[in-house]
């Protein structure tokens, strides 16, 4: 069972060759997963990836930011201490928009970061690698499922038949040992 | 790659790995001795402004030259020179982005850098202004056992809130820049602490396509977020003066002012340091001549921006008829700090002219020379704003009360600037000073237009 594989990566250098055969992959109906070593525009249309929603939450965050500076500002000048300036009014909501909107803009980008980083699964990883050095370099990555163990051949024939340089295929021991040392496999496999 | 960019002038193609390589290389490779007796020195000349802090905090505030009625002095002046330096940086890295000018890619994580340093030295200088840096804490509204909150009605606790979020955002947004980065050396490092570092850096970043996609998103709202907040920061110290009745401050067209001449004086910092940096660690076919011109041109029409301020300023002062506006500005020109106004005016409204000329935009001494004209014109640009101001108020009694720097101000003025080089040294020894995954995604990109500006032969255009 150690040894089953779960899952087989072609690696390609070539950027065209790359789309070619995501877009083939889809076109199949291999549940392919990507990995690049920089954005490539296009290919979250070819995988069916939808928009990131990540702006709504981080917009509603930076208003309730902003609420929470208003309401600081009204709390500590006209509740907590009322102070007089100049007989002006406890509640000068105009004096308080500038500390209103930098407290929401603030929470707006711890927000944005975080739910970033929930988003793209980051987290310290001092142990981290990359089944291919090269993936964050200049190699591009498919990865294909394996449902059944016979499979992998044929998808290893069929990633290099569409370009791939070279292939890999990743066994569920590898993974379960070390999940960090192939992590995206083990989620292809899985989902 | 196989398909890499076409480029120009018959130069070798470029690849991924060989935009890796050129980047990364000074980060896997000592210093030479060059750097260490530069880095040395930067350091003998950051010590100077730990020094004078240090003396500070045993004497007090009375070691510099401030006084009555001088109470802002060199320490606001040059907080607000950093200020200005750290806005430019923003401007390539969020305003430029929100405008699609992808040619920032050359330069944008190098001035992002510079950003992070000049807001943490330019945030050092009201925490030293408050006199008592160790109570400096009382600024935020914590509940204390005193039960008093800061004055939220106060244009200084506005600026505290601005320049908090703002040094925090671009601290962020400059590290998010940089995950997909720090993953790309952690995987080419090939020493075990190395590794080790990148990866906790990198924080697990492996490239999956809607990581990317997630990215790309936030990376955008990040633009967004700061664009405000750097124009918010920049506009509400301007509005911190403006509200202020001393005449010379008391103008409504301080926040543009402000901004405009902020983003003129960084982009000359800008230059100042990029045309060594290009050479020295070999960034030279990335950063071309091409960026530097297009840096130039910006600076040149906010160079006019802040000219045609200098001339409003004078028309408002006679327009006002009052005996007070008129007179300071008259002070400007023929007072006992004459000189440092027409420096001032010499660097910024003379010297920038020559930037109309191509043949000095594309000079690199031409270029460097001006850079350095712009920075001290635009420090003494806020030394005239602030001190002269103040030296010549409402209370004539007061106008012989002159203002001189004693030897801290002058060791805390230089130290900042050697802050400055030692940080961004240092960093250009652990951060690829140029976006990798950036400029990837720009040159190899199949149907991106790759090389329009690389006329020069140089190296390698892309915008």
Same mark, same amino acid.
């Given at each position: 069972?150690?040894?089953?594989?779960?899952?087989?990566?072609?690696?390609?250098?070539?950027?065209?060759?790359?789309?070619?055969?995501?877009?083939?992959?889809?076109?199949?109906?291999h549940?392919?997963?990507?990995?690049?070593?920089?954005?490539?525009?296009?290919?979250?249309?070819?995988?069916?990836?939808?928009?990131?929603?990540?702006?709504?939450?981080?917009?509603?965050?930076?208003?309730?930011?902003?609420?929470?500076?208003?309401?600081?500002?009204?709390y500590?000048?006209?509740?907590?201490?009322?102070?007089?300036?100049?007989?002006?009014?406890?509640f000068?909501?105009?004096?308080?928009?500038?500390?209103?909107?930098?407290?929401?803009?603030?929470?707006?980008?711890?927000?944005?970061?975080?739910?970033?980083?929930?988003?793209?699964?980051?987290?310290?990883?001092?142990?981290?690698?990359?089944?291919?050095?090269?993936?964050?370099?200049?190699?591009?990555?498919?990865?294909?499922?394996?449902?059944?163990?016979?499979?992998?051949?044929?998808l290893?024939?069929?990633?290099?038949?569409?370009?791939?340089?070279?292939?890999?295929v990743?066994p569920?021991?590898?993974?379960?040992s070390?999940?960090?040392?192939?992590p995206?496999?083990?989620?292809?496999?899985?989902? | 790659? *196989?398909?890499?960019? /076409?480029?120009?002038?018959?130069?070798?193609?470029?690849?991924?790995?060989?935009?890796?390589?050129?980047?990364?290389?000074?980060?896997?490779?000592?210093?030479?001795?060059?750097?260490?007796?530069?880095?040395?020195?930067?350091?003998?000349?950051?010590?100077?402004?730990?020094?004078?802090?240090?003396?500070?905090?045993?004497?007090?505030y009375?070691?510099?030259?401030?006084?009555?009625?001088?109470?802002w002095?060199?320490?606001?002046?040059?907080?607000?020179?950093?200020?200005?330096?750290?806005?430019?940086?923003t401007?390539?890295?969020?305003?430029l982005?929100? %405008?699609?000018?992808?040619?920032?890619?050359?330069v944008?994580?190098?001035?992002?850098?510079?950003?992070?340093?000049?807001?943490?030295?330019a945030?050092?200088?009201?925490l030293?202004?408050?006199?008592?840096?160790?109570?400096? %804490?009382?600024?935020?509204?914590?509940?204390?056992?005193?039960?008093l909150?800061?004055?939220?009605?106060?244009?200084?606790?506005?600026?505290?809130?601005?320049?908090?979020?703002?040094?925090?955002t671009?601290?962020?947004?400059?590290?998010?820049?940089?995950?997909?980065d720090?993953?790309?050396?952690?995987?080419?490092?090939?020493?075990?602490?190395?590794?080790?570092?990148?990866?906790?850096?990198?924080?697990?970043?492996?490239?999956g396509?809607?990581?990317?996609?997630?990215?790309?998103?936030?990376?955008?709202?990040?633009?967004?977020?700061?664009? /405000?907040?750097?124009?918010?920061?920049?506009?509400?110290?301007?509005?911190?003066?403006?509200?202020?009745?001393?005449?010379?401050?008391?103008?409504?067209?301080?926040?543009?002012?402000?901004?405009?001449?902020?983003?003129?004086?960084?982009?000359?910092?800008?230059?100042?340091?990029?045309?060594?940096?290009?050479?020295?660690?070999?960034?030279?076919?990335?950063?071309?001549?091409?960026?530097?011109?297009?840096?130039?041109?910006?600076?040149?029409?906010?160079?006019?921006?802040?000219?045609?301020?200098?001339?409003?300023?004078?028309?408002?002062?006679?327009?006002?008829?009052s /005996?007070?506006?008129?007179?300071?500005?008259?002070? *400007?020109?023929?007072?006992?700090?004459?000189?440092?106004?027409?420096?001032?005016?010499?660097?910024?409204?003379?010297?920038?002219?020559?930037?109309?000329?191509?043949?000095? *935009?594309?000079?690199?001494?031409?270029?460097?020379?001006?850079g350095?004209?712009?920075?001290?014109?635009?420090?003494?640009?806020?030394?005239?704003?602030?001190?002269?101001?103040?030296?010549?108020?409402?209370?004539?009694?007061?106008?012989?009360?002159?203002?001189?720097?004693?030897?801290?101000?002058?060791?805390?003025l230089?130290?900042?600037?050697g802050?400055?080089?030692?940080?961004?040294?240092?960093?250009?020894?652990?951060?690829?000073?140029?976006?990798?995954?950036?400029?990837?995604a720009?040159l190899?990109?199949?149907?991106?237009?790759?090389?329009?500006?690389?006329?020069?032969g140089?190296?390698?255009?892309?915008?």
């Amino acid at each position: 069972m150690g040894d089953q594989p779960i899952s087989v990566a072609g690696y390609f250098h070539s950027h065209a060759g790359f789309l070619a055969a995501a877009r083939a992959a889809v076109a199949d109906k291999h549940q392919p997963q990507a990995f690049t070593p920089y954005p490539v525009h296009g290919l979250d249309a070819i995988l069916g990836i939808k928009r990131s929603l990540i702006g709504r939450p981080v917009l509603g965050i930076i208003l309730i930011g902003f609420c929470i500076g208003l309401h600081m500002t009204w709390y500590t000048m006209s509740q907590s201490w009322p102070l007089n300036v100049g007989g002006k009014p406890y509640f000068a909501w105009q004096t308080f928009m500038v500390v209103s909107l930098e407290t929401g803009l603030l929470f707006g980008a711890l927000a944005n970061f975080v739910l970033a980083a929930h988003f793209c699964r980051l987290f310290p990883a001092p142990f981290t690698r990359l089944p291919n050095p090269r993936m964050s370099d200049d190699t591009f990555t498919l990865v294909l499922p394996v449902r059944l163990a016979a499979d992998s051949e044929l998808l290893s024939a069929w990633l290099s038949g569409h370009g791939a340089a070279e292939v890999e295929v990743f066994p569920a021991a590898a993974a379960a040992s070390a999940p960090e040392h192939a992590p995206e496999p083990v989620e292809a496999a899985h989902g | 790659m *196989r398909d890499p960019m /076409p480029t120009e002038g018959g130069l070798p193609a470029l690849t991924a790995q060989q935009i890796t390589t050129d980047i990364t290389k000074t980060l896997f490779r000592l210093p030479s001795k060059e750097w260490h007796a530069a880095f040395t020195l930067a350091q003998a000349l950051a010590a100077l402004l730990f020094i004078s802090v240090a003396c500070y905090v045993v004497e007090g505030y009375g070691i510099f030259g401030t006084n009555q009625p001088v109470n802002w002095g060199n320490d606001i002046t040059t907080y607000i020179f950093w200020i200005g330096i750290a806005v430019a940086g923003t401007l390539v890295s969020a305003i430029l982005f929100l %405008f699609r000018q992808r040619w920032r890619t050359a330069v944008n994580r190098s001035t992002e850098s510079m950003t992070v340093i000049a807001i943490q030295i330019a945030g050092l200088f009201p925490l030293i202004h408050t006199g008592r840096p160790w109570v400096d %804490f009382w600024l935020m509204p914590y509940p204390n056992d005193r039960h008093l909150w800061p004055n939220f009605k106060s244009a200084i606790v506005w600026d505290v809130f601005a320049l908090t979020a703002y040094a925090l955002t671009s601290m962020i947004f400059w590290y998010f820049g940089l995950i997909p980065d720090f993953a790309t050396i952690r995987d080419r490092s090939k020493h075990p602490v190395h590794r080790a570092v990148y990866s906790v850096l990198a924080l697990g970043w492996r490239g999956g396509a809607g990581d990317w996609q997630h990215y790309e998103r936030a990376y955008a709202q990040f633009a967004w977020i700061a664009t /405000p907040l750097v124009l918010g920061m920049h506009s509400t110290i301007a509005i911190l003066a403006a509200i202020g009745k001393v005449p010379g401050w008391h103008t409504t067209i301080f926040a543009p002012y402000f901004v405009s001449g902020a983003i003129y004086g960084g982009l000359g910092m800008a230059l100042v340091f990029l045309i060594p940096m290009r050479s020295l660690l070999g960034l030279k076919q990335y950063i071309t001549i091409d960026h530097l011109e297009r840096l130039a041109k910006i600076m040149l029409g906010c160079g006019l921006m802040v000219c045609y301020v200098y001339i409003s300023e004078y028309f408002a002062a006679w327009y006002s008829n009052s /005996p007070y506006e008129r007179g300071q500005y008259l002070f *400007r020109m023929h007072g006992n700090y004459a000189w440092a106004f027409w420096t001032m005016m010499t660097c910024n409204m003379g010297i920038i002219q020559l930037l109309w000329f191509r043949a000095v *935009r594309r000079s690199l001494i031409g270029l460097m020379l001006v850079g350095i004209a712009v920075n001290v014109g635009m420090w003494f640009e806020r030394f005239v704003i602030i001190a002269l101001s103040l030296m010549h108020d409402h209370m004539p009694s007061a106008w012989d009360n002159a203002y001189v720097f004693t030897g801290f101000d002058w060791m805390i003025l230089v130290g900042s600037f050697g802050v400055f080089l030692t940080l961004l040294m240092a960093f250009s020894r652990i951060i690829p000073m140029v976006s990798i995954a950036e400029l990837k995604a720009d040159l190899l990109a199949p149907g991106h237009d790759q090389a329009p500006h690389a006329g020069n032969g140089e190296g390698h255009g892309h915008g």
